[in-house]
């Protein structure tokens, strides 16, 4: 069996390159999505999300014990090749649809490795939340 | 030759980029790695925020006592042990806000503690006069509560990048027994060669 130098070359670069693009692999035990998992709201964050080369892997509301306080939870998983940087804010409405003005209403930054996933979480800043609006914006300077 | 130099004065004022108000703390504010920005305070002090109305403790008092829990939280109460001149009530104003206007803990305005002194001297002033009108303890805002906390940074560099680690840390003392009820972390860390505009 004989090796061509330049396949030779091609197998060095790629064992050279490959780990420094750093990437995770991620695997989950979940099988199947949550109980409790919004299915609209998932597709609706993906459609956001992919723009930015991400994707959503499972949005949950559930009620935070013993605060009995709304929290959302947006898995968002990176199948790309580097890590990605970027903002997101997420604004609470009430019953009618209207914003609850809240000090917690700020823009995070937040990266996700290549291959890995992150777990964004958003507390309601009162009882009277009922539902939510996802803000993403990619980073600027990443 | 002068058209040249009419075009050339264009184009160099065309890409400067003059004063404007942006949303503080948004997507336009400037990011550094040699202090601690505003947008580090925003996110740390929405953090604390969530993870003490997460915690329950002041809605439990709530529903034992029948009134929310009074709460001392002193501008001076955070110590910050970094290298940026931070004014605290950038930190402590939200956290403040956001706790007494939703009803979930009142603010102790008039007990001065240790310092001597009161957030509120007027309204000291008044409750010492009513107490000793009274002859009772009554309008003796004495705090269930105390929040304190601290400002920590790590500097690292690797050739021209450098990084900036940030840690906010607070504790909730409840006054009934002495011992922290609650505390939490929230760690900000930021990388980069120069300040740039964006998150």
């Known amino acids: 069996m004989t090796i061509r130098p330049a396949t030779l070359l091609l197998t060095l670069s790629m ?31 993906n459609d956001l999300l992919t723009e930015i080369f991400l994707h959503c892997r499972g949005v949950r509301m559930y009620r935070s014990q013993p605060s009995g306080l709304l929290e959302a939870q947006i898995v968002v998983a990176n199948d790309g090749f580097s890590a990605r940087t970027f903002g997101w804010n997420l604004r609470w409405l009430d019953q009618a649809g209207n914003l609850i003005a809240s000090k917690t209403d700020v823009w995070r930054a937040t990266s996700v490795p290549a291959g890995g996933t992150v777990t964004l979480t958003d507390l309601a800043p009162t009882l009277a939340a009922t539902d939510f609006t996802f803000e993403l914006r990619r980073s600027d300077n990443r | 030759m002068r058209i040249l130099l009419a075009a050339l004065s264009i184009t160099l004022l065309a890409a400067c980029t003059p004063a404007h108000r942006i949303d503080t703390g948004g997507p336009e504010s400037i990011t550094t790695t040699s202090q601690i920005d505003i947008q580090d305070v925003q996110d740390a002090s929405a953090s604390m925020i969530e993870s003490l109305l997460r915690s329950g403790h002041f809605q439990q008092f709530a529903a034992t006592h029948g009134r929310p829990p009074i709460l001392l939280f002193k501008d001076g109460a955070i ?11 950038l930190l402590t104003g939200d956290i403040k806000a956001e706790l007494v206007n939703s009803g979930v803990v009142q603010l102790a305005t008039t007990y001065a503690g240790v310092s001597g002194r009161v957030q509120d001297q ?15 303890p009554e309008g003796d805002a004495t705090p269930d509560f ?32 002495s011992l922290a009820q609650w505390t939490d972390t929230k760690k900000v860390s930021k990388q980069g060669d120069k300040p740039a505009v964006g998150l």
């Not at chain 1, 750093?22 to 035990?29: A, E, I, W």
């Not at chain 2, 690292?156 to 909730?172: C, E, I, K, P």
């Open chain 1, 15 to 45: 064992a050279v390159l490959l780990p420094a693009c750093g990437s995770v692999n991620t695997t989950s035990t979940r099988r199947a999505p949550a109980a409790d998992e919004i299915t609209d709201t998932k597709l609706q964050v």
């Open chain 2, 79 to 89: 110590v910050n042990d970094t290298t940026t001149r931070l004014s605290m009530p």
């Open chain 2, 122 to 136: 007027d309204a000291a002033a008044h409750a010492r006069r009513q107490a000793l009108r009274s002859q009772s």
């Open chain 2, 146 to 177: 105390s929040l304190t906390g601290t400002i920590v940074e790590h500097s690292s560099r690797a050739g021209n990048t450098h990084q900036l680690d940030v840690q906010f840390q607070m504790t909730l003392t409840n006054w009934s027994n």
